[in-house]
């Protein structure tokens, strides 16, 4: 039985103030060390984010055409 069913039958629903209580209290025990600073993401140079769009896409693209060609081959073989 998935998660959601059990807790639903067991009358435990979200948002639930007491299952909440005891997620924050469990982050505060084990988490608490947690460090404020937030790394800053920044976008990849335009040249790699070029590149990490366009492979896929190519190889996208070969395969389709790959496939087209080998049906087609197949035909004329059959």
């Given at each position: 039985?998935?998660?959601?069913?059990?807790?639903?039958?067991?009358?435990?629903?979200?948002?639930?103030?007491?299952?909440?209580?005891?997620?924050?209290?469990?982050?505060?025990?084990?988490?608490?060390?947690?460090?404020?600073?937030?790394?800053?993401?920044?976008?990849?140079?335009?040249?790699?984010?070029?590149?990490?769009?366009?492979?896929?896409?190519?190889?996208?693209?070969?395969?389709?055409?790959?496939v087209?060609?080998?049906?087609?081959?197949?035909?004329?073989?059959?």
């Amino acid at each position: 039985m998935k998660p959601q069913g059990r807790a639903h039958r067991i009358n435990c629903y979200w948002p639930n103030p007491l299952v909440e209580g005891y997620i924050i209290r469990v982050h505060k025990q084990f988490f608490s060390n947690c460090t404020v600073d937030h790394e800053v993401w920044v976008d990849p140079p335009d040249g790699t984010l070029t590149a990490l769009i366009l492979v896929p896409v190519f190889l996208t693209l070969a395969m389709i055409a790959l496939v087209v060609w080998c049906s087609k081959r197949s035909d004329l073989l059959a």
